[in-house]
């Protein structure tokens, strides 16, 4: 996302002339996207570990596999339930219990 003061200095005639006005525009925002994906992947990171914990490793292990084997990587269960807290995440600014909505995805 940009600012309109950043849309500005990119979007000036100038920009596409001159990189002095193109990078500083670009590199004001990178970091952010990079530290916002990276909390986005932790998050994800975290639904796994509440999953591990409440199923233990075993059945962690065994639904993973399954779920890897029968639907593949992305429509896994476990995968899938991991993609939507994501998602819920990162479009929401409520309070938000991961644990909770985990512990009732696996019906606990
Ligand atoms: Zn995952």
Same mark, same amino acid.
């Given at each position: ?9 990119? +979007? ?5 002339? &001159?990189?002095? !006005? ?5 590199? *004001?925002?990178? =970091?952010?996207?990079?530290?916002? +994906? ?5 998050? &994800?990171?975290? !639904? ?5 914990? *409440?199923?233990? =490793? ?51």
């Amino acid at each position: 996302m940009r600012t309109d003061e950043t849309r500005n200095l990119a +979007d000036a005639p100038e920009a596409s002339e &001159h990189n002095h !006005v193109d990078e500083p525009a670009k590199s *004001l925002f990178k =970091p952010c996207t990079k530290f916002l +994906d990276q909390v986005l992947h932790a998050f &994800h990171e975290l !639904v796994h570990v509440i999953q591990w914990r *409440l199923l233990g =490793p075993d059945r962690f292990l065994l639904s993973y596999a399954n779920g890897l084997e029968c639907f593949g990587y992305r429509q896994s269960p476990l995968e899938a339930m991991a993609h939507d807290a994501e998602t819920a995440f990162a479009s929401s600014t409520a309070t938000f219990n991961v644990e909770k909505m985990v512990a009732a995805k696996l019906g606990w």
